[in-house]
Nanobody, 120 residues
Framework: QVRVVASGGGLVQPGGSLRLSCAASGSIFTIYHMGWYRQAPGEQRELVASMSSGGSTNYADSVKGRFTISRDNAKNTVYLQMNSLKPEDTAVYYC??????????????WGQGTQVTVSS
């Protein structure tokens, strides 16, 4: 059984920083893409940043230059460093991992959301 667990959210003032972590654990697997999405109240879930197993990254325009995604393949963990946070970054942040367990097809696993609130 595979688990994907996110952590690191909280309340921060505008201009502040937070680092989110997302770790995959469980049955032997191979991870391909890992990424972060967010969903604000009344809005659709949107991609924030993602990273392939080879290190290629993709960012939403709204976070470029402020957020950095990184990955520790040995720990099956992806991080999201968020700097210069703005009130409009307030949302529930979700991580996901595209992975294969053994010879089974690729499956996307989602972690539980972690709330990020940017407010003075």
């Amino acid at each position: 059984q595979v688990r994907v667990v996110a952590s690191g959210g909280g309340l921060v003032q505008p201009g502040g920083s937070l680092r989110l972590s997302c770790a995959a654990s469980g049955s032997i697997f191979t991870i391909y893409h890992m990424g972060w999405y967010r969903q604000a109240p009344g809005e659709q879930r949107e991609l924030v940043a993602s990273m392939s197993s080879g290190g290629s990254t993709n960012y939403a325009d709204s976070v470029k230059g402020r957020f950095t995604i990184s990955r520790d393949n040995a720990k099956n963990t992806v991080y999201l460093q968020m700097n210069s946070l703005k009130p409009e970054d307030t949302a529930v942040y979700y991580c996901n991992a595209d992975l294969k367990v053994g010879g089974n097809p690729l499956v996307t696993y989602w972690g539980q959301g972690t709330q990020v609130t940017v407010s003075s």
